[in-house]
């Protein structure tokens, strides 16, 4: 069954530092998505993509977070400058197209700032 | 405001007994209903789901939800709990047609006692 990749596993970086975090949606999906999850609290979205582009994106989601797809097969997560806050477990998830299709996770990536 | 409330944060039942996690929701439009569960270590993996039509929703490895309109809720059952249950469990609406956001409810630790 295809599934939805994540790498790395888990990251660990300094405060300030900048992150990517990398996704490989199942490879037919057209909708992506990024949620996070901190330690002990809900899984909160942060925003997705279509088309290229953001469709919606959370008040989370500043300024110090951007989305690409690079190459029509990765879908990635830019933090420019973390903080400790960002301390979380990033899910990355993928949708064929309409809205009766099952969003797929990623196992997702552990990210832990110092 | 949209929310989905999952009211037990931890359930323990012996392996053999009957399992029920609660779930609500508030939202203002005909909702799209997910039950997730989550391994240590993988991905959110789809349960079941509810769109529309009948409310009693059947899922994979045996569980089932009804969906009670007139009580905002979604819970989640299943006859005879099997040691492999033990998961965190999301119940989780849909808020945008367009986007697919997915809001999720804090969660349910289940641990199953042999």
């Known amino acids: 069954e295809p599934e939805v990749t994540q790498t790395p596993s888990h990251q660990v970086t300094q405060m300030g530092q900048e992150v990517i975090l990398r996704c490989v949606p199942i490879s037919n999906h057209l909708y992506f998505y990024w949620y996070r999850q901190i330690l002990g609290q809900k899984v909160e979205f942060l925003v997705s993509?279509?088309?290229?582009?953001?469709?919606?994106k959370s008040e989370i989601f500043d300024d110090q977070f951007s989305v690409e797809r690079p190459d029509g097969s990765n879908f990635t997560l830019k933090i420019r400058s973390t903080k400790l806050e960002d301390s979380a477990m990033y899910f990355c998830a993928s949708r064929w197209t309409s809205r009766t299709d099952t969003q797929y996770f990623g196992p997702g990536t552990r990210l832990t700032v110092l | 405001a949209q929310s989905v409330t999952q009211p037990d944060i931890h359930i323990t039942v012996s392996e053999g007994a009957s399992l029920e996690l609660r779930c609500n929701y508030s939202y203002g439009a005909t909702p799209y209903l997910f039950w997730y569960v989550q391994s240590p270590g993988q991905g959110l993996q789809l349960l079941l789901k509810?769109?529309?039509?009948?409310?009693l929703v059947q899922g994979i490895k045996g569980f089932e939800a009804e969906f009670k309109r007139s009580q905002s809720s979604f819970n989640l059952r299943k006859p005879s709990v099997h040691w492999s249950d033990a998961a965190e469990y999301f119940c989780a609406v849909e808020v945008s047609s367009n986007t697919g956001k997915l809001i999720f409810g804090q969660g349910t630790t289940l641990q199953v006692k042999p």
């Open positions: 509810y769109f529309s039509g009948d409310t």
């Open positions: 993509f279509y088309n290229n582009e953001i469709s919606e």
